[in-house]
């Protein structure tokens, strides 16, 4: 009698153990089971896996500040030369046209000469302005001038046209100031001029 109690017992436990790992069995045979109805099983189960992201916005880290457009001091080193040199070429014009009238050929008048009027004031505050662009442009603009260029470089030429033109300019107020008789020195002022003015049309 016991025994027949032991082998039914028995007999229920390998059952009981038999369904149990048939069910485990049947548990990991599942995926091939489905691969006959779902054809792509790794995509199925990356799809199954996959869940609604919020979309999140970029926003930008500062907001973007248009810059205004440059604008340049009124004046520089560059410009100070510029005026100078342009102002120099007014007070040549000006000077010019307060020259007094001279004696023609012959002159017997012993009257001195006037070397203080507006004539001999705008002369000599014109060569102070030649001589003011001429240092600015020194300072300025002292490495553009380079003899390898050449002579045909216009910023030699620039360079070489202001600085004889200055001199011109200066020598022709000196001869005429030290004279207490009327001396030829309008052309060399009026040369000296001129070349001070093609030098500025040459960089303009």
Request: glycine share 6%; with cysteine.
């Amino acid at each position: 009698m016991k025994v027949m109690k032991f082998m039914r017992a028995a007999t229920l436990g390998l059952a009981a153990l038999s369904a149990t790992v048939y069910a485990q069995e049947a548990a990991f045979d599942l995926p091939s089971a489905s691969s006959v109805y779902i054809k792509d099983y790794a995509s199925f189960k990356l799809a199954a896996n996959e869940t609604d992201m919020p979309v999140k916005k970029t926003v930008s880290a500062a907001p973007e500040i248009k810059q205004g457009e440059y604008e340049p001091s009124w004046l520089t080193g560059s410009k100070a030369h510029q005026y100078l040199g342009l102002a120099t070429i007014v007070g040549a014009g000006l000077t010019a046209l307060t020259a007094p009238e001279e004696c023609e050929d012959n002159c017997t008048t012993t009257t001195p000469r006037e070397t203080n009027g507006t004539h001999a004031k705008l002369a000599k505050a014109t060569v102070a302005m030649a001589a003011a662009t001429i240092a600015t442009g020194l300072i300025v603009h002292w490495d553009d001038f380079h003899l390898d260029d050449g002579f045909t470089d216009p910023d030699n030429l620039h360079v070489m046209l202001g600085v004889t033109g200055a001199a011109l300019m200066a020598y022709a107020v000196n001869k005429s100031m030290n004279s207490s008789t009327e001396v030829s020195h309008a052309g060399i002022a009026e040369m000296g001029a001129v070349g001070m003015l093609v030098a500025i049309k040459l960089t303009w």
